[in-house]
Every structure is written in C-alpha cells, then in structure tokens.
C-alpha cells in the first residue's frame, strides 16, 4: 500500500511529537507515578483551581477508599469499597470525558477484617500496564484484570495476614514481576508474583524478631509495632537492582530475583510507617513511621549487613547512615527529592527542606492543614494536597516560595496523578480532571 507523502508526513509529525512527550508524560502505572518517587516530565500544569475554574469534569465516586488513581492510555483505575467493607469494586473512568465506563464488584466478604476509621476499606492503589491492571485489597484478595473486557484473568486470595488496622501497601511492577508488602499484626513478609499467572516466584518472611520492644526485652503485644502500610521501590546501585522494603521496625533491601535479604537496618523505636522511599546519588531516603520516627539518608551495604539505627555504627561497613533528622518527620505523605534538595510535609502540616548530601536544614515553614496524600512534583513545583482539600503550591527551591493555593470540597487521602498537561485528583468522594 502506497501512503500519499502528505499524510505520511502527517503521520511522521505526529509519532514524532507523541515521541518527544514521552510515555511518562501520559502514563501513571503505578503508586507516585511512573518512577515511583511523585515526579512528572509533564508540563503546563495549572497551579491555581476551584470548582468552576479549569475543571474538565468531575465525576462522583461511590463508597470509601483512599486508593490513588493510576492511568493508562485513555484509562484511569481506581479501587473503592462498601463503607462496611462488606463489598469490594475496581472502577474504570474515561479519561477524556470522565465518564464510568466499568463498576465491576471484585469481591463480597461477609466477615471483613477491622479498618481504623482513619483508612478505608480499598486504600492500596492498583498498577496498571498495557493490557492488565492489578488490583489488591491485602489479604482479601488480589487480581489481575483484562484492561479491555474487565475479565479476571487470575487471583489469589490465600495469602493470611491480619492488617490491623487495615491494609495500606500498594503493588509495585518491576520485570515480569508484582511485589507485594504484608505487614499484619501476625505476619509480616513479601511476595513477587509472575504478572501473567499470578503464580508464587518468592515469598520471603521479615527477618526482624520483635523480641526486643520493651525495656525487659519481652515481646510487646502490641500489634502497631509489627504493622506497616509501605509501598515497595526498585532502584540500581553499583551491585545491582534492589528492591527497598520497609517493613514494622525496620527498613530492607532485597534481591528482587529470588528475594533473599541483602542488608537491613532497624528502628525499633518507631511503628506503623507508611510511606514508599525516594532514592538519590546513590543514597535510599525513608522515614522511620509513627512513634519517634526520623528521616534516614541511607547508603545501601553489602549482603549480610545490618545495623541499629540508634547505636554507633561500628566496624568497617558499607550499610551507613550518612545522617538524620528528629524534625519534621512525614508519617503517611512520603518525601520528593529534587536537585540535591528533599522535601517532606509533615502529617501535621509543616513543609521542609534539607540539603540532601548533608542534611543541613535549610527552611521548615507550616503550611494549613493535615496531610495523607503524597505530595507531587512538576516543573519546579512542589503540589501539596491537604485532608481539609486545600491545595498549596511551593517552589521546589531554597527558598520558601508559595505559588498558588486552591480548594475542593471533601479534601484529599488519595495521591495525585498526572496525564498529558492534566491532573488527576480524587478527593473522599469524587475524581477530578484540572487543566488550564
């Protein structure tokens, strides 16, 4: 067949621009985006909005669920859940038109586990690739849908863990393989599935031993201590890829290929952390969770080592904490690191910027409101997303600068994402699509 030169350089013209966009510009497969750390190539973000003010749609959601929407091509996946938690559902929205083209029941449970009325029913966000989404709601039950008839292609639903307080930790896709966190109150381990068969590759229980959380060195029957709501990372250092996994008490690494431990490092004064790490120059950032929890800048160790984070590193190890910080701690939003700078807000509604290499504090400024959602960068730009549904904008710089601030009704536990030059943003009842 001959393409007349005119419509082949239509055509040229157009892959070439949908080239220089780039795959990460219209896709968020997962939890914090295409590389996991809340960072966009997008350009041309609004900064300020309301309820009549570059609203492209909004669409109502039924139930309660703190799950984040991923996107892939023209589809947003989201996950929700009876109040009760009785009933579970996947949905799909048309990211042009924001129209529901799927509300599909995955699961009824007649006896649900307990969920602190801070979480919800349905709080893991899905991750979605071309052709498949997975979506999981711990250890109820896990699936692997067709993204084009909503067929369950495979589930598994035999995986014991009590959440406690709810699950929290979203599945992860990283060659071939879904990685999956389960820290309950009575087991604590991780899983790589094959993402076509949904078949067991690993499963690999946490090494720590909780034997040591009093002062008597009893076992504290306390299940916040073993429970952890984390999202797992895979990054590369010199020795190879890594898959960071923190878990109740103590941060991981391990070999994504057949999840043996390569180095650990404990804190066993803090419980219940949350958050997914960002990775730098070679260094792993992650906050230590609730209690006294700290912010730990970490270079990765060599297999077998291990260290206390609260004792003197001793001996000739690689595992070290290059520094830390007591102050301005996130529970739940997780850090973004941008040109040497990490920035974290505070459960509590304090922003914060360290040097990176160093530490060195460089300004803490309070910001209203409280904070769940992980916060988002765009050209320069830090997006902060508060429960009471304000939305503050800062630049990601040395200095404090406040850019724009804007509300929405019903506020944010869910994290953003981001398509083309639009945002996504699912507050406690609705999905939005923002755009100048």
């Known amino acids: 067949m001959t393409i007349a030169r005119p419509l082949l350089s239509a055509l040229l013209l157009a892959a070439a621009a949908a080239d220089s966009r780039g795959a990460d510009d219209l896709n968020w497969p997962e939890f914090r985006g295409p590389r996991g750390d809340g960072s966009t190539t997008s350009t041309g973000l609004p900064v300020t909005w309301s309820e009549t003010n570059h609203v492209k749609w909004k669409t109502d959601l039924h139930g309660k669920a703190w799950s984040s929407p991923v996107i892939w091509g023209n589809q947003i996946w989201l996950t929700t859940a009876s109040p009760d938690g009785h009933e579970r559902f996947v949905l799909c929205v048309d990211r042009d038109t924001g129209q529901v083209v799927r509300d599909q029941k995955l699961y009824d449970v007649p006896n649900p586990q307990f969920a602190h009325q801070f979480n919800s029913h349905a709080s893991p966000t899905p991750a979605v690739q071309a052709g498949r989404v997975y979506v999981t709601f711990g250890a109820t039950g896990t699936a692997c849908l067709d993204t084009e008839t909503g067929k369950v292609l495979w589930e598994r639903r035999d995986f014991v863990c009590n959440h406690f307080r709810g699950a929290g930790s979203s599945p992860i896709l990283h060659d071939g393989r879904l990685y999956l966190n389960f820290d309950g109150s009575d087991h604590q381990f991780l899983v790589a599935l094959d993402q076509q068969t949904g078949r067991t590759l690993w499963q690999t229980e946490r090494s720590i031993d ?23 990372h895979v990054a590369t250092f010199a020795g190879g890829p890594q898959l960071l996994s923190q878990g109740g008490q103590a941060m991981y690494a391990y070999n994504p290929a057949d999840g043996k431990e390569i180095w650990r490092v404990e804190e066993r004064s803090s419980q219940g952390a949350g958050t997914r790490p ?28 291990w260290l206390d984070a609260n004792q003197p590193t001793e001996g000739d ?36 910027c360290w040097d990176a290499t160093t530490g060195a504090a460089i300004w803490s400024e309070r910001v209203e409101g409280n904070y769940s959602a992980a916060p988002l960068l765009a050209e320069g730009k830090i997006y902060l997303f508060s429960e009471e549904g304000k939305t503050t904008v ?43």
Request: charged content about 25%; aromatic content about 8%.
């Open 210 to 232: 909780f034997k040591d959380l009093t002062p008597e060195g009893k076992v504290k029957d306390d299940g916040d201590y073993r429970k952890a709501f984390t999202t797992g």
């Open 278 to 305: 960002v990775v730098g120059d070679g260094l792993v950032y992650v906050p230590t969770g609730w209690a006294q929890g700290q912010i730990l800048a970490l270079r990765p160790g060599k297999k077998g080592e």
């Open 317 to 352: 190890r690689q595992l070290s904490i290059v520094w830390r910080t007591k102050k301005g701690v996130p529970k739940k939003p997780s850090l973004l690191l941008h040109q040497g700078l990490l920035f974290a807000i505070a459960d509590n509604g304090v922003a914060s």
């Open 394 to 436: 800062i630049a990601a710089d040395r200095q404090f600068a406040k850019l724009g601030e804007s509300r929405l009704p019903d506020g944010f536990m869910a994290s953003p994402a981001v398509s083309g030059k639009a945002l996504f943003l699912r507050t406690k009842t609705s999905l939005y699509r923002l755009e100048n």
